[in-house]
């Protein structure tokens, strides 16, 4: 099958013409890139452009001219954050041969610059929704056997050694009919310390006694929750009374103690009113561990079917976190998010949160920038190690020494204190695993992860990429230039294409 | 070979941990056993059912190092109950996890009080009989962190180089009453202290450990049994530490 | 039934030694050097193997020990007791201007090599059943006290052997440490002049010397039990 073609018309993209051609407003030439024609799907030459306070990528192709994207909806944030950068580290091991050069040797070749953070396993393409920004185009002909999902965990552990966290996706993937096997067999696997599944949740909504094995088997749930309203949901991700779903796989979540992190897809004019009352809800909740927001990247159905799209208009990272400050108010500030410097600036934000009391304060506001950087490096989870516990007591020291410089330092050096007590009780020793929990529940995150697609492809933020989806013939695929160039060829989706089992399709009644 | 036969003893501390096996094992040793616990009756419980099953004769107290009174009234009860005490095993200590900078009046009070006042307290209302009868051995429990430089809260450390202090006054103040007076310091124990450390310190512990290991409960109560015993007779004031070679 | 292998074992303290292992039911062999008679009749007492050796000869240790271990089929414990406290023949309580190199020479072979080459040559055998070190040190080599300076050096030497073979036996389970008596009734003490004892008793405590029986027991229960205690030196000096 051939892959649906982008509905590109000239007109709705904008192409620009040239900085000559008498362009409203000045523009300055930051730097050279290298993207992808949108029209060809072809690696091409481009340029970052600097204008009105944002960054664009512009892009020539030999066959269909020019293209421009936003790439930076705020060109301070852009400027600082290409400082924040770090060392790679190596894989133990690599899958291919450097041959054309980047982005077409993937899996992952020895000039990527990041081994796998984060490796992606999708466990089967069937899907029973067909979100209109789906990135990916669910052929729902596929479900990976347990054999290649037991190559697979061999391939991740044979080039990570030890891992913090895998992820099982799809499709949806709690429609795999070994999917509860599948969560066994990653669990016993010592080397990875966390299992996390993407889902759209409503197997959560519907089946309590799921959530409960999944807290019994100690997975942790990614759960898509854009908004909390039907009107944006509808948009995003389709037909039938989403909200109810999603708030009934809230409730049995929550109920049955599920580690959970919500995942919000933001696309502009749709759902980016939405930010504030994301954090708002895990703020409240206690089994809500982390937030990541994730700006529209247009690949796959997405790509095709959304149709507010205008790649001169996106929702861009510092986008994401100037709307967090004024939707909360100023409880998360700009300033509270950095990139995260182990993977490419443009790619990665965060922001840790300590709970005090009923409160929770960001990290920065009380870590120095350096130590804060320091411990972030690398990771996206915090873990109770030696530089957790060498930044944390810098931190302490700090607030001690500099007395009434950090507003609230006296609060949450109480509540450190108090942390202690709880990680570390006079009267018994814990588990490891116990206090891990409790740890869990002092500190949130606020993740930004912005995937590119054909517009805002670079090959420098590929070259750096560390989420990857991990395939049975070994590779480990950095998951924008799969989603891009390599799915669509991927050989286990070859056959014929099968049919959705779509929720809802028959009754749009409420679960 | 039974050690502390027909020894009385008294264990502070003595519900869980390595009181417990002291408790236990002290027990096997052929010694009558008096432990005392400050809330965990629970634990208490339990072993005094362990006790039991030993054949051990023993007497429990809920009773607070802290406490003058009670612990006066302890010993009274325990020597009317069991005869006079030939042991005294000074176990109830707290530790906390605290830098200096979060570390607070009370929480410094509240260490040093219990580990070092609760010794000195206790002692004083066990020693009377000793003195008068010229015979007895007192062990403090003290700590790999009261001698030797590592990473621990001041408090605790302080605390416990306290107890080798006091354990060396103590010895040169009784010997001429025929006293004994010893201190085990342990280094990181299996179920103790230990398991409270963050992860990477256990395994800094366990790299600088020559035996690369922690200690079990059960191998330091039984070096403390051999302390005690009358076939030490000539070892007083000394500070023994088992840590395998930190 | 543990294997217990004592380096010089026909001394005052030696003999006290072997019959504590003994008591606690350890199979025992032993080295004897001038002591003949003493160490036939503490064989035949026990019903244990003795082997005469030189200590002077360190080259001859190893081999001469190995023998012995595999007399007794593997080796538990390793106690090294032999010792002499004087450069001087007859012995005496040794003055710094006194000490003369040959005699400073054979003590130190005596009391520091042959403990060094006896624990070289047996460290395989002890790792096999993760057995226990102990070596007799003396309060000379620990505190500020009048001491034999030659006799104070080498008793000094096996608390840095010990400090530095726990680590290097530690991984295969083997714990070595030193006791470090006091004055004792008799053994090494002999030359001690009266002034000096007068002065140790009235500093010591306890107010009395050791008796031979109490240094013992703690090496037995080193050798024979312990399990955690490792590159320590213990004081057996009733309160000094």
Request: with cysteine.
């Amino acid at each position: 099958m051939t892959r649906l073609n982008l509905p590109i018309a000239e007109t709705r993209f904008n192409f620009t013409q040239s900085a000559a051609g008498g362009h409203g407003s000045q523009e300055i030439f930051h730097s050279f890139s290298r993207g992808l024609c949108p029209q060809c799907e072809r690696p091409v030459d481009g340029a970052r452009i600097i204008r009105e306070g944002k960054v664009y990528l512009r892009k020539q192709c030999p066959t269909h001219g020019q293209s421009e994207a936003l790439i930076s909806g705020d060109v301070d944030w852009f400027l600082q954050s290409l400082t924040y950068v770090k060392e790679g580290s190596k894989p133990f091991k690599y899958s291919t041969e450097v041959e054309k050069g980047c982005p077409d040797d993937c899996g992952l070749c020895p000039d990527h610059e990041q081994h796998s953070c984060l490796p992606i396993i999708e466990i089967t393409n069937h899907c029973n929704l067909e979100c209109p920004i789906c990135i990916v185009q669910n052929k729902n002909n596929y479900n990976m056997t347990r054999e290649e999902f037991g190559r697979i965990l061999d391939g991740i552990i044979e080039r990570e050694g030890s891992i913090e966290t895998i992820n099982l996706s799809g499709g949806e993937p709690t429609l795999h009919p070994d999917f509860l096997a599948f969560c066994d067999m990653a669990r016993s696997r010592k080397e990875i310390s966390r299992v996390s599944i993407s889902t759209n949740g409503l197997r959560c909504a519907t089946d309590y006694a799921f959530c409960e094995a999944m807290a019994e088997k100690g997975i942790y749930i990614s759960l898509q929750l854009d908004a909390l309203s039907n009107p944006a949901l509808r948009t995003l991700r389709g037909g039938g009374d989403q909200k109810a779903a999603k708030e009934k796989a809230l409730a049995n979540l929550e109920r049955a103690g599920v580690r959970t992190t919500i995942v919000s897809t933001l696309a502009r004019g749709v759902n980016d009113d939405s930010i504030g009352e994301a954090i708002e809800l895990l703020y409240s909740k206690d089994f809500i561990l982390s937030l990541t927001f994730q700006p529209a990247a247009y690949t796959g159905y997405g790509g095709a079917h959304f149709a507010p799209h205008n790649p001169q208009d996106v929702i861009t990272i510092p986008d994401v976190v100037n709307l967090a400050e004024t939707q909360t108010g100023g409880k998360l500030k700009k300033s509270d998010f950095l990139p995260l410097p182990c993977s490419h600036p443009s790619c990665f934000a965060l922001t840790y949160l300590l709970k005090v009391d009923d409160e929770f304060v960001p990290f920065p506001r009380f870590l120095e920038l350096e130590k804060y950087l320091e411990l972030i490096s690398n990771r996206g989870t915090i873990r109770p190690d030696e530089q957790f516990e060498g930044a944390l007591r810098d931190a302490i020291d700090q607030m001690w020494t500099s007395s009434g410089q950090v507003p609230d330092c006296d609060r949450i050096m109480g509540c450190l204190k108090r942390a202690i007590f709880l990680m570390y009780p006079e009267e018994r020793a814990l588990e490891l695993q116990e206090r891990l929990r409790i740890g869990e529940g002092l500190v949130k995150t606020v993740f930004i992860h912005a995937f590119m697609d054909v517009h805002t492809f670079e090959v420098d933020r590929i070259k750096k990429c560390c989420t990857h989806y991990a395939l049975p013939d070994g590779r480990l695929m950095p998951g924008c230039a799969y989603n891009n160039l390599y799915r669509q060829k991927d050989e286990r989706f070859a056959g014929p294409v099968g049919k959705a089992q779509i929720w809802g399709a028959k009754s749009e009644e409420p679960v | 070979m039974k050690l502390l036969a027909g020894k009385r003893v008294l264990i502070t501390g003595g519900s869980r941990g390595l009181g417990r096996e002291l408790c236990l094992r002290f027990a096997e040793h052929g010694a009558s056993i008096g432990f005392s616990y400050n809330r965990n009756a629970g634990a208490a419980r339990k072993l005094e059912n362990e006790l039991t099953q030993l054949g051990a004769s023993f007497r429990s107290y809920q009773c607070s190092v802290l406490d003058t009174d009670g612990t006066q009234k302890m010993v009274k009860d325990l020597e009317e109950q069991l005869g006079p005490l030939d042991i005294l095993v000074n176990n109830a200590g707290i530790s906390q996890n605290l830098p200096l900078a979060l570390l607070e009046e009370e929480d410094f009070d509240r260490v040093m009080d219990t580990n070092v006042k609760g010794t000195y307290l206790t002692t004083r209302a066990v020693v009377r009989s000793m003195m008068r009868r010229k015979s007895g051995v007192i062990l403090n429990m003290g700590s790999l962190a009261g001698v030797r430089m590592i990473e621990a809260p001041i408090h605790y450390c302080a605390s416990k180089a306290a107890v080798v202090g006091l354990t060396e006054a103590l010895a040169k103040e009784l010997a001429r009453h025929q006293i004994r007076v010893l201190c085990m310091a342990p280094g990181l124990l299996e179920d103790g202290v230990g398991r409270n450390l963050p992860e990477h310190r256990l395994k800094d512990y366990l790299h600088h450990c020559a035996l690369g290991r922690v200690g079990t409960f059960r191998e330091i109560a039984e070096a403390c049994a051999f302390l005690v015993s009358d076939l030490n007779g000539y070892m007083t004031g000394a500070t023994v530490i088992a840590d395998g070679g930190v | 039934m543990k294997r217990a292998l004592v380096i010089g074992g026909s001394g005052q303290l030696g003999q006290v030694l072997c019959r504590a292992l003994h008591a606690a039911d350890a199979r025992v062999a032993f080295t004897y050097f001038k002591s003949e008679t003493a160490a036939r009749a503490l064989q035949s007492e026990l019903g244990c193997d003795a082997l005469q050796l030189d200590l002077r000869e360190l080259s001859a240790i190893g081999p001469a020990l190995l023998g012995l271990a595999e007399g007794l089929g593997g080796v538990d414990c390793l106690i090294h007791a032999a010792t002499v406290s004087s450069t001087l023949n007859p012995p005496t309580f040794d003055r710094l201007e006194d000490a003369t190199v040959d005699g400073f020479q054979e003590l130190m072979a005596i009391n520091v090599g042959s403990a060094f080459f006896a624990c070289q040559a047996l460290a395989r055998a002890l790792g096999e059943t993760r057995g226990n070190i102990v070596l007799l040190g003396s309060v000379d080599g620990i505190k500020p006290v009048p001491s034999p300076p030659p006799y104070a050096v080498s008793k000094a030497a096996l608390k840095g052997l010990a400090l530095s073979l726990c680590k290097a036996l530690g991984p295969s389970g083997v714990c070595v440490n030193v006791v470090a008596p006091g004055v004792l009734e008799r053994g090494a003490s002999h030359t001690l002049p009266e002034g000096l004892r007068a002065e140790y008793l009235k500093h010591c405590g306890l107010k009395r010397v050791g008796s031979l029986e109490e240094a013992a027991n703690l090496v037995c229960w080193l050798g024979l039990h312990n399990t955690y205690i490792t590159g320590q030196t213990l004081m057996v000096d009733g309160g000094l």
